[in-house]
């Protein structure tokens, strides 16, 4: 079992920066690979970025390449993502996943969101 919590939203004005954070209890955090996801409003959830258990594969979404970036630290049993020149489409409650793999993330540990608005 592994519990998430994240941490690091709130409102921001388009073109600012947010850094999340999801901080992971549990099994061993360096065994899984992590992912953020995010919901808007009458939206499906979708995914954002995923990183490996070692860091070294890392996918993003199409429309936030370029622009965030995530990054782990094992030893803090921490992922981050940092989010730069913020759009007021990126406003929505953004997921922190763990998962076996990059691609069994949706079927693993969920925290419970943190909310991200961006005002235009």
């Known amino acids: 079992q592994v519990q998430l919590v994240e941490s690091g939203g709130g409102l921001v004005q388009a073109g600012g920066s947010l850094r999340l954070s999801c901080a992971a209890s549990g099994k061993p955090f360096s065994s899984y690979a992590m992912g953020w996801f995010r919901q808007a409003p009458g939206k499906e959830r979708e995914f954002v970025a995923a990183?490996?258990?070692?860091?070294?594969?890392?996918y993003y979404a199409d429309s936030v390449k370029g622009r965030f970036t995530i990054s782990r630290d094992n030893a803090k049993n921490t992922v981050y993502l940092q989010m730069n020149s913020l759009k007021p489409e990126d406003t929505a409650v953004y997921y922190c996943a763990a998962g076996a793999s990059i691609a069994t993330i949706r079927n693993g540990y969920w925290g419970q969101g943190t909310q991200v608005t961006v005002s235009s």
């Open positions: 990183i490996s258990w070692s860091g070294g594969e890392i």
